[in-house]
């Protein structure tokens, strides 16, 4: 996949079984494992469920903690994921389109867990194999 490639899926669950080859009926996590990393499939410029993420640049993300959360998942927000292969959702049903948009890694610098995480764009690609 390279930056800007798309896939037409209902679901997370058709999105990961025609990208990544998976066979998963349902799967209702934003994100999924993924060697090192995490598929991130999610919408910018909206807030949903006390986060808004959002592209500051096309080499740069900012996820904002705007609901107060003290975990996420069960795990506490210092714990995440450094590295995200992010897809970026738009449109609903049956028309939902997941957009590459890269591979991003967390910036600990400019970062706090808590309350604002930053992202740096370190790949236009991904081999899926």
């Known amino acids: 996949m390279k930056n800007g490639d798309f896939i037409f899926a209902q679901t997370h669950a058709e999105f990961l079984n025609k990208a990544f080859g998976t066979n998963y009926k349902g799967w209702m996590k934003c994100v999924w494992k993924y060697n090192d990393a995490v598929v ?3 919408r910018f410029n909206e807030t949903d469920g006390g986060w808004r993420n959002t ?3 096309d080499n740069r993300i900012k996820e904002e903690n705007i609901g107060g959360h003290t975990s996420w998942d069960g795990k ?3 714990w995440l994921d450094k590295i995200r292969i992010v897809m970026e959702i738009t449109g609903e049903s049956i028309a939902r389109k997941y957009t ?3 591979i991003f890694k967390y910036n600990e610098n ?3 867990p808590k309350i604002c995480r930053y992202y740096d764009k370190i790949s236009d ?3 899926v194999r």
Do not use: K, N, Y
Request: glycine fraction near 6%.
């Open 110 to 112: 400019d970062s706090d």
């Open 125 to 127: 690609e991904i081999i």
């Open 100 to 102: 590459f948009r890269g």
């Open 40 to 42: 991130w499939m999610v």
């Open 76 to 78: 506490p927000l210092e």
């Open 55 to 57: 592209f500051i640049s």
